[in-house]
């Protein structure tokens, strides 16, 4: 079982820069995929970011391509998410997601996570 604990969200205005964090429990955190989702009021939620657990090779939706990056330090059992450049249009409560141990497939796709945070808000003004 993993827990995960979103942190790092607020206001910012458009253009600025935003670090989001997530802390997990459990021991094999390593072996986990991790992906970053958004949802914004009356929208489906959205892929925005993943790494896989093996290399840690990273992708990223269209709309954040270039301007945020994901990372993981397995010391600290914490996944990243710096956003900077941002734009109204990100404003949404974002969620981090570990995918099930050693699995590195369907990273795009939030049914395919097993584990998810409470979310953080992020809003940007213009």
């Known amino acids: 079982q993993v827990q995960l604990v979103e942190s790092g969200g607020g206001l910012a205005q458009a253009g600025g820069s935003l670090r989001l964090s997530c802390a997990a429990s459990?021991?094999?955190?390593?072996?986990?995929?991790m992906g970053w989702f958004r949802q914004a009021p009356g929208k489906e939620r959205e892929y925005v970011a993943a790494l896989r657990w093996s290399g840690g090779s990273t992708y990223y939706s269209d709309s954040v391509k270039g301007r945020f990056t994901i990372s993981k330090d397995n010391a600290k059992n914490t996944v990243y998410l710096q956003m900077n450049s941002l734009k109204p249009e990100d404003t949404a409560v974002y969620y981090c997601?570990?995918?099930?141990?050693?699995?590195?497939?369907?990273?795009?796709?939030?049914?395919?996570?097993?584990?998810w945070g409470q979310g953080t808000q992020v809003t940007v003004s213009s």
């Open positions: 997601a570990a995918r099930a141990p050693y699995k590195d497939y369907g990273l795009g796709y939030p049914n395919e996570y097993d584990y």
């Open positions: 459990g021991r094999t955190f390593s072996s986990y995929a």
